[in-house]
């Protein structure tokens, strides 16, 4: 069976890897995650995923692969990141509202050699009123989350079209994974069908 180690701390890509049962550990990491306004967006979520692994690299002995991802919401070519506080959510949530965005999400692997894999989905929203927002906001569920939405949860009822990865716009594509670890077709995975 595969072992390998997972540099996150997000709960849901925890849930994501398991859906693949390979076995893992988790290895807490911390690095800058500041965008400078420029870079472009998949060059910033590769470099983050990226550095992210080569962190959890210099916090273990054994040589077993070091998996490790970055999610963010792109629209205007702007990456969103998580908001500060509730308003910021709200401002968020309005970019978004009758809108099509962007969601990359990249996967590294680091061990003996680096790897890296882009996904890009495009996400699609409803419009949304002030008050939609506030009540979703209300719920504290965007708080922490890449564009001020979680689509595992109840802003799965914001989105009208979903084109791309559910897995990779919940924070980890399922699909560069199985790619990255060579794990093949016989690999089970549940899939979220496509809204």
């Known amino acids: 069976m595969t072992k390998i180690y997972l540099a996150s701390r997000s709960s849901r890509r925890k849930e994501l890897l398991q859906q693949l049962r390979i076995e893992f550990d988790i290895i807490d990491v911390n690095i800058d995650e500041t965008w400078d306004g420029q870079e472009q967006a998949g060059d910033y979520v590769c470099r983050l995923a990226l550095e992210k692994a080569r962190a959890g690299r210099t916090k273990v002995s054994r040589p077993l692969d070091i998996l490790a991802a970055d999610t963010e919401v792109v629209i205007d070519e702007t990456i969103l990141g998580k908001p500060k506080d509730r308003a910021d959510a709200i401002s968020m949530l309005q ?24 996904n890009i989905s495009a996400v699609s929203f409803k419009p949304l009123s002030i008050e939609e927002c506030e009540t979703y906001c209300d719920t ?4 922490g989350k890449a564009g001020a939405y979680a689509i595992q949860g ?13 897995s990779g716009v919940m924070g980890l594509p399922l699909e560069a994974v199985r790619e990255l670890l060579k794990l093949g077709a016989n690999a089970p995975v549940n899939y979220r069908p496509a809204v």
């Open 95 to 118: 970019m978004l509202s009758g809108r099509t965005h962007q969601v990359y999400s990249a996967v590294a692997k680091v061990n003996e050699t680096e790897q890296v894999v882009l």
């Open 140 to 143: 504290g569920e965007p708080l």
């Open 154 to 166: 109840r802003a799965a009822a914001f989105i009208t079209k979903l084109e791309g990865s559910y």
